[in-house]
């Protein structure tokens, strides 16, 4: 049995572990316990598992009349879960995070059923905070996060699974599709599925710069509901990117593991997933955090990455397209410091996550 919902950071992680279990197990029964109105309801069945929906909601971190309903939709959830382990038996419950694990987490302690929980972030969530205590293992994708965790958590460092693209593409192939020489320089930017604007504005200062530079690729993201206006506003300044084959903006990249595998410096945003991918594809980067995420997990995410090395960081405030261009020019310029980057980027990346996350299922449901 498989939880965790919400958002994409906790459902995509648990997806590839149930996809790890059906690749090593074709005959494995795997079920998705989440939130009929989250994420998850719509991204499991099409993702081919049997999708079971239960009541859960967050609680606010300050007393609130809605905290009552979410504790009473918390317990509905807790008897939905319990009955359904019942009935299904599962020989291992694994949880990724958000609100909806919650229950599911502690009908399986009641039910004496083994729990794996994975957290994604530097800085653990709240609810796999509290979940650790119960589970038999809290498998780690940052070692910082074990700082946050109760002593009586048991931990293991495996990483987060990431896409079996990323890790197949070689980045030769990938810059000999997209026409780049030995000794071009890619430079590529995007602020997540949505974008960002922060991030859409100070770019606008690096396509000014390097708009006339030889041997200098800069690739962009908007995002979708960026994407227009952002094309306009540059058309208003007279720049013109049809005659500019050095700059290409999109609105999305949808064949990413491509574009990072041949990419020399990489400006985003600082989730979970991202820093995995450009981790085991050892990408050095520039992290400009997104400052709203809960907890302010990309915060803690962004300098794990920096105190090793492998990362720059640009707080979301401080972001300004002067910032930005001078932090990109240092880079481009020090040939040794972009390939030391490189280097701590590929160290701290672990390809192999999800074979040990499998491993340790398996452990689990043999007891």
């Known amino acids: 049995m498989v939880t965790g919902g919400g958002t994409g950071g906790h459902i995509y992680p648990a997806l590839a572990?149930?996809?790890g279990l059906k690749k090593r197990f074709p005959q494995a029964e795997i079920f998705y316990l989440g939130t009929a109105?989250?994420?998850?309801?719509?991204?499991?069945?099409?993702?081919?598992?049997?999708?079971?929906a239960i009541e859960a909601a967050g609680l606010k971190r300050c007393f609130t009349l809605s905290n009552l309903k979410a504790l009473f939709r918390a317990f509905q959830g807790l008897g939905a879960a319990y009955r359904l382990l019942g009935r299904l038996s599962p020989r291992v419950v694994i949880g990724t995070g958000g609100y909806v694990a919650g229950p599911v987490v502690l009908a399986a302690w009641l039910r004496r059923i083994p729990v794996?929980?994975?957290?994604?972030?530097?800085?653990?969530?709240?609810?796999?905070?509290?979940?650790?205590?119960?589970?038999?293992?809290?498998?780690?994708?940052?070692?910082e996060a074990a700082r946050y965790l109760p002593r009586r958590a048991r931990v293991v460092v495996t990483g987060l699974p990431v896409r079996e693209e990323i890790l197949n593409v070689r980045r030769e192939e990938a810059r000999k599709q997209m026409g780049l020489k030995e000794g071009d320089k890619l430079l590529l930017s995007f602020g997540g599925s949505r974008g960002a604007s922060r991030i859409n504005e100070a770019v606008?200062?690096?396509?000014?710069?390097?708009?006339?530079?030889?041997?200098?690729?800069?690739?962009?993201?908007?995002?979708?509901?960026?994407?227009?206006?952002?094309?306009g506003e540059l058309e208003a300044e007279g720049i013109d990117l049809g005659s500019r084959p050095n700059i290409k903006v999109f609105p999305y990249f949808y064949h990413i593991a491509d574009y990072l595998a041949?990419?020399?410096?990489?400006?985003?945003?600082?989730?979970?997933?991202?820093?995995?991918?450009?981790?085991?594809?050892?990408?050095?980067a520039i992290l400009i955090p997104y400052p709203y995420a809960t907890g302010r997990h990309q915060e803690y995410n962004a300098r794990a990455l920096a105190d090793k090395g492998a990362a720059v960081v640009i707080e979301d405030?401080?972001?300004?397209?002067?910032?930005?261009l001078s932090e990109v020019k240092r880079l481009l310029t020090s040939p040794s410091k972009l390939s030391r980057m490189a280097e701590e980027s590929r160290r701290l990346g672990k390809p192999e996550a999800l074979n040990l996350l499998v491993d340790l299922v398996v452990r689990l449901a043999r007891g």
């Open 204 to 231: 606008k200062e690096l396509i000014r710069y390097f708009r006339d530079k030889e041997g200098i690729y800069l690739f962009h993201a908007t995002g979708q509901g960026h994407y227009e206006s952002f094309l």
């Open 17 to 19: 572990i149930a996809q």
């Open 116 to 143: 794996l929980i994975h957290e994604q972030n530097a800085f653990p969530g709240l609810t796999n905070r509290l979940l650790s205590r119960l589970a038999q293992v809290t498998a780690l994708t940052f070692p």
């Open 37 to 52: 109105e989250g994420l998850e309801a719509d991204l499991v069945p099409k993702a081919g598992f049997p999708f079971y």
């Open 317 to 324: 405030a401080e972001l300004t397209g002067e910032r930005l």
């Open 262 to 284: 041949a990419a020399d410096l990489v400006i985003c945003r600082a989730g979970a997933a991202t820093l995995a991918e450009l981790t085991c594809l050892g990408r050095p």
